[in-house]
């Protein structure tokens, strides 16, 4: 059974930082895009940031770029995100989410909901004075 476990959210003040994980099991993932979304009150959710198998080929989402990184561990079977310079519009819920196909079929990257199958249950990302 596949399971996606994000950690490593919390409350930080607007400039901090904060480093999020993404731990796979079940299955590896290495020939597969992995994306990180967000989710803020009453709002969709929307893409944030996606990379490539073996950590080869990162996109980010225009809000982003510049302040996150994301990055894989292959042998870990896990995602990260670094999270700099925060600001309080970063509020939301952070997921990680494995693509439906594999990399090897991809022609561009994956930035949308429905194109990741399997989705982790989110960590809460607060950013406040």
């Known amino acids: 059974q596949v399971q996606l476990v994000e950690s490593g959210g919390g409350l930080v003040q607007p400039g901090g930082s904060l480093r999020l994980s993404c731990a796979a099991s079940?299955?590896?993932?290495?020939?597969?895009?992995m994306g990180w979304f967000r989710q803020a009150p009453g709002k969709e959710r929307e893409f944030v940031a996606v990379?490539?198998?073996?950590?080869?080929?990162?996109f980010y989402a225009d809000s982003v770029k510049g302040r996150f990184t994301i990055s894989r561990d292959s042998a870990k079977n896990t995602v990260y995100l670094q999270m700099n310079n925060l600001k309080p519009e970063n509020t939301a819920v952070y997921y990680c989410?494995?693509?439906?196909?594999?990399?090897?079929?991809?022609?561009?990257?994956?930035?949308?909901?429905?194109?990741?199958?399997?989705w982790g249950q989110g960590t809460q990302v607060t950013v406040s004075s």
């Open positions: 989410a494995t693509d439906r196909q594999s990399y090897y079929t991809r022609a561009y990257y994956p930035m949308t909901m429905d194109e990741y199958e399997h």
């Open positions: 079940g299955r590896t993932f290495n020939n597969f895009y």
């Open positions: 990379i490539g198998w073996r950590g080869g080929g990162t």
